[in-house]
């Protein structure tokens, strides 16, 4: 069984910054592609940001470009999210993700198979 554990979320203001982490509970962590997805409330979950197993491609939601950054570290079996620049329409529980598929350009924001159970951002204006 995989299990994704995520931390770093928080109350913050508006510009400011953030970290999330996701901890993967397998020694083959370089085997899975991993995303980040979030869900407002009273919305539907959407993708975030998705990397490789290798880390060398990455792809991300068009209102996050330029400000949030996704990253792994295959030796600690974790996959970061970096947020920078933190918008209110940015508050939400954030998902890590993980399938055990090749990231490709028609496959980064669907068929993950295992989530963990969030992490909540709240940005204030």
């Known amino acids: 069984q995989v299990q994704l554990v995520e931390s770093g979320g928080g109350l913050v203001q508006a510009g400011d910054s953030l970290r999330l982490s996701c901890a993967i509970s397998r020694r083959t962590f370089s085997a899975y592609t991993m995303a980040w997805f979030r869900q407002a409330p009273g919305k539907e979950r959407e993708f975030v940001a998705a990397i490789s197993r290798s880390g060398d491609s990455t792809y991300y939601r068009d209102s996050v470009k330029g400000r949030f950054a996704i990253s792994r570290d295959n030796a600690k079996n974790t996959v970061y999210l970096q947020m920078n620049m933190l918008k209110p329409e940015d508050t939400a529980l954030y998902y890590c993700?993980?399938?055990?598929?090749?990231?490709?350009?028609?496959?980064?924001?669907?068929?993950?198979?295992?989530w963990g159970q969030g992490t909540q951002v709240t940005v204030s204006s």
């Open positions: 993700a993980a399938k055990n598929e090749i990231l490709r350009n028609n496959n980064y924001y669907t068929r993950y198979d295992y």
